[in-house]
């Protein structure tokens, strides 16, 4: 489990679109900051609990990937 804190950026988001974007945890609890926000791995543990309990909507953000991360068998 990763420690660093996890940037989301909305602006670099791959499904940043109305629909989605109205339905994500990031805009409905701080309005989609322009600058991004930082959350910790606690953080986001915290959101996905709310989320599965129906509290809040789950976090949407779909970001790039460098490279497909393929493990040896």
Do not use: F, H, K, N
Request: glycine letters at 8%.
């Amino acid at each position: 489990m990763s420690t660093d804190p996890v940037r989301i950026d909305c602006d670099s988001c791959l499904v940043r679109s109305p629909s989605a974007c109205g339905d994500c945890v990031v805009t409905v609890l701080l309005g989609a900051p322009p600058e991004g926000v930082c959350l910790d791995q606690e953080e986001l543990d915290a959101i996905d609990e709310l989320a599965r309990g129906g509290l809040v909507p789950p976090l949407r953000l779909v970001t790039a990937v460098s490279s497909p991360q393929v493990e040896a068998g």
